[in-house]
């Protein structure tokens, strides 16, 4: 009589858990929303000079751009606190500046995002579309220009129609993670003068195009990179002219593809 109450009891008693984990009226419960907002402080400047005014005197902190900024008329600039870290989120906005080709109005100045005289930033997940680029150099800009800047780095960025998508100059030193996308430059993707630029392990580099390189120096004595990704293929230009002795960085695919002709120059392979 006593196995047989016991039995009735456990089996009421696993019914009832049984029970409680059930959704009422057979109902079968969404998982947790996800909060995908990303870290740190929401700013939404339409203009340059709303830009400039949180970043361009120094900040500190992480910050995320919660709309695109397009059509803008004059420089971007970053900056951190002295002492301090700035991260600069884009959120995966886009920053653009649609200028026929052969215009130079409002062009501004040479970039259209600079981060200079300063250290400690992070730029990050940033889409920069500049001007179409016109025919001569000084007529156009850098995307993203890191000057006499210490420990920047560059995180899943893409920049597209510019002269040169990014500069590492002037005695900065940068670091490239992620996803970097230098296609659509029309000198190349990224510029490394008297600087130093390291290629974090694990990134890749994206360059679609087969006449510029993806990165160069423009000689071995003016700039360092150190690819820890192991993706890029090193050539030295041997052509007489402005371009002989310079460093040209090609990935992989590139290197596959890569039309020298058409570049109008010769490479021989660093080993």
Request: one cysteine or more; proline letters at 4%; hydrophobic letters at 35%.
């Amino acid at each position: 009589m006593k196995r047989n109450l016991f039995l009735i009891i456990g089996m009421c008693m696993l019914l009832v858990m049984f029970t409680a984990c059930q959704p009422s009226n057979n109902v079968i419960l969404p998982p947790p929303a996800v909060d995908d907002t990303p870290e740190g402080t929401p700013v939404a400047p339409s203009t340059s000079d709303e830009f400039n005014e949180i970043f361009s005197t120094g900040a500190e902190g992480t910050y995320y751009l919660a709309s695109d900024m397009k059509n803008l008329g004059s420089q971007l600039n970053i900056k951190a606190t002295d002492g301090k870290s700035l991260v600069v989120n884009g959120n995966g906005k886009t920053i653009s500046r649609d200028v026929p080709e052969g215009s130079t109005s409002g062009v501004g100045t040479k970039s259209i995002v600079e981060i200079s005289y300063t250290s400690n930033v992070t730029l990050t997940d940033l889409n920069v579309d500049g001007i179409t680029p016109p025919d001569k150099w000084n007529s156009g800009e850098f995307g993203v220009k890191v000057y006499d800047a210490d420990n920047v780095t560059l995180n899943n960025i893409s920049v597209t129609k510019a002269n040169a998508g990014i500069l590492i100059g002037e005695n900065s030193s940068a670091t490239l993670s992620g996803t970097i996308d230098l296609s659509g430059n029309k000198y190349g993707g990224i510029n490394v003068d008297k600087s130093t630029l390291t290629i974090a392990a694990g990134t890749k580099i994206v360059c679609n195009d087969t006449t510029v390189p993806a990165i160069w120096i423009d000689s071995a004595d003016k700039g360092t990179v150190t690819d820890n990704s192991g993706s890029l293929v090193a050539y030295t230009i041997t052509t007489e002219g402005d371009k002989n002795g310079q460093i040209w960085y090609l990935t992989a695919a590139q290197n596959n593809s890569f039309d020298w002709t058409e570049a109008g120059v010769d490479g021989t392979l660093v080993e």
